[in-house]
């Protein structure tokens, strides 16, 4: 339990912090939900799309501190490369 001033204004910063990450890690899993819905629709050119919008989306999350950096990298290239397969 906090006992000090500083320390109880850390809980308060912490828990305003985790409620803005968690919605912010709500809202790439939304995009990326997107892109899953539409490469197993086999919807190649709504894939594309979602997969742009969820690339951003991941890449801010990034910067925010939500996700690591090579995380985001690696969720990226691997969606695009099954929307990449849809072609052929």
Known sequence: MANTASAKKMVRKLARRTA????????????????????????????RAAL????????????????????ASRKV???SARVKAMAS
């Open 52 to 71: 742009t919008k969820a690339e951003s989306e991941m890449m801010r999350a990034v910067q925010k501190g939500v996700f690591h950096k090579n995380t």
């Open 20 to 47: 803005i990450n968690r919605s912010r890690r709500s809202r790439v899993r939304t995009f990326l939900k997107k892109v899953e819905t539409a490469i197993t629709a086999g919807d190649q050119g709504n894939a």
């Open 77 to 79: 290239s691997r969606l």
